[in-house]
C-alpha cells in the first residue's frame, strides 16, 4: 500500500511539471506596439521554436492587402506551409520562408502558411508602418 502511494504522488507531481512547462513554452512572447502590448501564445513546432530563437526582436512591420503586417526577414526559419484555409485576427504565421505575417482581420484563404501562434485580442494598428518588438517575457 505505500508503495501504490508513493507511485501516486510520483505521477501527480510529473503532472504538474509537464503542465508547468506547456504554460511556460505557450505564454512565453510578448508582441509590443507604438499603441499596445499583447501576449503571444506558441505553436508547438520547430517554426515556432526557430522563431522564438530570434527573439528578442524589432522591426518595421508594412500592411498589405488591408488585413495584416508582414516583415521579410534577412534570414530563414524552418517552414512547413499547408493550406490554412480560415485567417482569424491576430494569426502569426510564416509566408514561405522568411516572412512573418500577423494578421489583424479574419478571412478565408487558399494560400499556404506555417503557423507559429496567436496574438490575444490584437488589434489593427493605426499606421500603415508599425514598428514591432517581439520579447520573451
Known sequence: ???????????I?????TS?????????VKLITEEAEYDVELEDNPTA??????????VDMD???SNE?????????????????????????????DCIVVFYESFNTSYEYTR?????????PENNKVKVKFVKK
Request: no cysteine; proline share 3%.
Open 49 to 58: 521554436k526557430a522563431f522564438l530563437d530570434l527573439l528578442p526582436l524589432e
Open 13 to 17: 507531481s510529473m503532472l504538474f511539471s
Open 69 to 97: 503586417k508582414f516583415v521579410t526577414l534577412n534570414t530563414t526559419l524552418t517552414s512547413k506551409p499547408e493550406k490554412v484555409n480560415q485567417i482569424n485576427s491576430g494569426d502569426l504565421m510564416l509566408y514561405g520562408d
Open 116 to 124: 507559429i501562434g496567436h496574438v490575444k485580442n490584437f488589434k489593427k
Open 1 to 11: 500500500m505505500k508503495y501504490h502511494y508513493i507511485l501516486f504522488i510520483m505521477l
Open 20 to 28: 508547468t512547462y506547456a504554460d511556460n513554452t505557450t505564454d512565453s
Open 63 to 65: 500592411d498589405l492587402n
